[in-house]
């Protein structure tokens, strides 16, 4: 029951992280999961053990890496699930959320695997949303090469002009960008939507990616 405890949790996180472009609050996660305050600091601090999180208590909730991978296979098997019930099994669109969420524990990766070929390996889930491509590592921005082209996941930011600044410049998720160069003890340069724009290195160490 704890494991099912922690996939919630790191899905939920994830999610956040996605649809804010930030660092989240213990005080978010409760609500989105309905739960109190004390039993999210009490998971979160055991998360944070099994290195899954950065935790930062009152301040700040972030995946690590290893984090967003698991999250990620977590929401990968619910997304093919959720396309398995609905254009195979023909359950109402309205219900295979919640179906999608009792199942995805119990699927093995093998068995999902298999109906993602079913599915002809689909790229977004029946509402809509992108499924994501598990096999590719999240990295931070600044551990990009020059000339290396990459798309990004969201960031761990938590201070609120930082983060301004980043959004207002593009750097939101989904957004492809391109190592043009690295200043020694300077900036990063980069392309992002036809602008070249340089960005400091310790921002860019905030800043979640997947290589493409």
């Known amino acids: 029951m ?116 079913i599915l002809k390996k689909p790229e977004t889930c029946p509402h809509g949303d992108r499924i994501p491509d598990k096999d590719k590592e999240a990295c931070l921005l600044d551990s990009v090469g020059i000339g290396e082209k990459a798309e990004i996941l969201f960031t761990k930011i938590k201070n609120k002009k930082i983060l301004e600044k980043v959004n207002s410049l593009g750097f939101v998720p989904n957004t492809k960008i391109k190592v043009l160069n690295k200043i020694r003890n300077g900036p990063i340069e980069l392309s992002l939507k036809n602008c070249k724009i340089a960005l400091g290195k310790s921002i860019c160490r905030q800043i979640y990616v997947k290589k493409i």
């Open 2 to 117: 704890e494991s099912i405890k922690k996939g919630d949790y790191l899905k939920t996180i994830y999610h956040l992280q996605k649809n804010k472009n930030r660092a989240i609050k213990s005080v978010e996660l409760a609500k989105d999961l309905g739960v109190s305050k004390a039993s999210v600091n009490e998971m979160i601090k055991k998360l944070a053990n099994s290195g899954l999180v950065e935790y930062k208590r009152y301040t700040s909730i972030n995946l690590t890496k290893r984090g967003i991978r698991e999250a990620e296979r977590i929401v990968y098997k619910h997304k093919i699930l959720e396309g398995f019930l609905l254009n195979i099994l023909g359950i109402k669109k309205s219900k295979i959320h919640s179906e999608a969420h009792k199942l995805e524990h119990d699927f093995s990766d093998d068995s999902i695997k298999k109906l993602e070929k």
